[in-house]
């Protein structure tokens, strides 16, 4: 478990913080910092997890909001997403580093990361 928020947070520490290449870009990355879900306790939850990976593009994380990033991911369905959440993906550990994540909270902040709802 321990291991597994270490690893989460190098992936994270990693980011350069170098500036994004074209206005688009900067655009979809300024646009995923500034969202939150509406929700309290989702919100909560997001901060403490997903937008740690989510907001930083050096993490490989698709951007939370950005839908053309998401498209192929959310072609898979949700509750396939849910799954690889729930499990991890190569650099997201499992559960996304959220401890306190329901099956349900995924199921909110899943289509919320994938600007295809405001949770
Ligand atoms: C430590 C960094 C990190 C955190 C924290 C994190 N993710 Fe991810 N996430 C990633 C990375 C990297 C990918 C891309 C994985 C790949 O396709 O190689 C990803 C991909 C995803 C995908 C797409 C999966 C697929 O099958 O294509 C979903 C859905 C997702 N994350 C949801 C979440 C949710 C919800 C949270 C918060 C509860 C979260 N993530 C927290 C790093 C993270």
């Not at 950005?66 to 190569?90: F, H, I, Y």
Request: charged share 15%.
């Amino acid at each position: 478990m321990i291991g597994v928020v270490l690893a989460g947070l190098a992936v994270a520490g990693c980011q350069s913080g170098g500036a994004p290449s074209t206005a688009g870009r900067g655009e979809a990355l300024a646009r995923a910092q500034a969202m939150a879900p509406k929700d309290a306790r989702l919100a909560a939850l997001y901060a403490q997890s997903c937008k740690a990976c989510h907001t930083v593009p050096d993490t490989g994380a698709p951007l939370a909001g950005d839908r053309t990033a998401w498209d192929a991911r959310w072609a898979k369905g949700l509750p396939a997403l849910v799954q690889s959440t729930v499990g991890g993906l190569n650099g997201m550990p499992p559960g996304g580093q959220c401890f306190a994540c329901t099956p349900a909270d995924f199921e909110a902040l899943i289509p919320f990361l994938a600007g295809r709802e405001q949770s």
